[in-house]
Every structure is written in C-alpha cells, then in structure tokens.
C-alpha cells in the first residue's frame, strides 16, 4: 500500500485488520532509522490485531520501502509523516483512535497528537522525552555533521547520511511543553536496561504529562524488542487492555 508523505514522496505501509470485527484502529510510528518490517513492530502489531485493533504502520520518508532520501527527513518531517498517515486511515478505513510510537517514533506520536483530533489514547515504548537526545547518542557523526554539514553513519548494517539541519531540528523541537498538553491518555512503556534510550527518558515523559498517565515497566527487554518475542507480546497485550479503556462503547467497525 503506498500513501502521500510529508515531503511529497510515497510511503510505503500496510494495515493488519482482525479477521473478526475490529475494536479500533491504531497508527504505529517505528523507531529511528528502522522499518515497519522489523520484529518488534511485527510482533507488536501482530498482537494487537488479534485483540481486535486495526493497525497501520509505514515507514517514514527515505526508510524500508518508502520513497525520498533519508539525508533530505528531520523530526518535524517524522511527525509529519505521522499526520499523513492518519489522514489517509481516516480517508480509506476509519480515522485512528490510538497512536503508538516507538523510540524516536513516540517522540513523533506525542508530537503528531495535537493535530490529529480523533486520536483518544498515545502510547511510547521507549521514547526519549525530547528529541535532542538522538543529538547524543549519535556522537561522534552528530560532532562531524555540525563541524562539516554532514556525515555518513551505520546503523542496523545499512549506511545513512546525516544532515547539520537534521541536527538543528532536533534541536528546536521541545516536547516538554506538547506532552503537557496532549490532552489524552498516555501510556509510557520502557526497559529500566534500555541501552539506548536511558529509562531516565521514561521518567521525563510521566512527569511533563498530565493524568491519565500511566508507565509500564518491560523488565529485561533490549531497546529494539527484538531480542526475545515475549517482550514485545507483552507490551501489545497490556497496550491492547489499556487503550479500550478509553474508547466509547460502540467503538469498532465490522
């Protein structure tokens, strides 16, 4: 399935609908530099589907099968894509309910929020609470694209160049104040062992927000819920539970 992105090119996404009537409908954000393919977010999608929530997942411009350059995105192109997204489950199926986003992913989703008015419930999964941490954790190529206007990066084997504007994006984009006025349920899951995203993050996120709030702790898990299929089981049951909370008695389409 191909749909519009944010910087004109075409997304690549699919959506996994219950075989029996759907509950709700759900877009799913990856985290940065990854897919709508890769085992967590399969596994996680995989789950709530079969607790009756349609989902929506696709990858952002320049990444997996979607069309445009990576060098060319930054975060604000994220959350855009992220609009796009929704836009078009409104347009075809039925307009999301739920957003969950992973890794800088959530970021995304705690950003694309406030302009997505059916939105009723936001979840992340390891999420930092502000952009700029990815700044950090790039290190050394974030150091060479600010002193050189850009540098070339590996991650997860496949090679990514990086922009001094994709930086100052970053940068500019504080969610301290979105995540105070998100108006909506939000649910934060994070690994107290994340190895890339500190569980300091987490703590961040639940403090800038407003209740109802809630933290899930994913005791052991890696950062990617790769490493055992449990974790991200785990995470789609409780997120499943959670978000029907929040839902109107009538919500679901046969």
């Known amino acids: 399935m191909e749909i519009p992105g944010a910087l004109g090119h075409v997304l690549s ?29 399969r596994r ?39 609009v796009r997204a929704s836009q078009f489950l409104a347009e075809m199926h039925c307009a999301p309910d739920v957003l969950v986003g992973h890794s800088l992913g ?11 008015p059916s939105v009723r419930a936001v979840a992340t999964i390891g999420a930092p609470s502000d952009p700029e941490h990815l ?30 504007a994709f930086l100052d994006d970053l940068r500019a984009n504080d969610l301290e104040g979105r995540i105070g006025a998100l108006g909506r349920p939000l649910l934060i899951f994070h690994s107290p062992v994340d ?14 927000a407003r209740h109802p709030k809630s933290f899930v702790s994913i005791d052991g898990a890696d950062h990617l819920l790769q ?6 089981e785990f995470v789609a049951q409780v997120l499943a539970t959670w978000a029907t909370r929040y839902l109107p008695e009538d919500a679901g389409h046969d």
Do not use: M, Q
Not at 20 to 39: L, Q, Y
């Open 13 to 41: 996404a699919r959506i996994d609908e219950p075989d029996g009537p759907t509950r709700a409908h759900a877009v799913f954000a990856h985290c940065f530099s990854g897919s709508k393919d890769w085992k967590g977010v």
């Open 44 to 82: 996680i999608c995989r789950a709530l589907v079969e607790a009756g929530i349609a989902v929506l997942t696709f990858d952002f411009t320049g990444l997996g099968e979607s069309g445009g350059d990576f060098a060319d995105t930054n975060f604000s192109t994220n959350v855009e894509d992220v």
């Open 106 to 116: 959530g970021a995304a989703v705690l950003a694309a929020a406030e302009r997505i």
């Open 135 to 164: 700044v950090r954790t790039l290190g050394e190529a974030a150091a060479r694209a600010d002193a050189e206007g850009e540098a070339e990066l590996r991650v997860g084997g496949r090679r990514l160049t990086i922009r001094r």
């Open 195 to 208: 190895e890339i995203v500190s569980i300091e993050e987490a703590r961040s996120i639940y403090r800038a």
């Open 227 to 232: 490493r055992d299929a449990r974790d991200a």
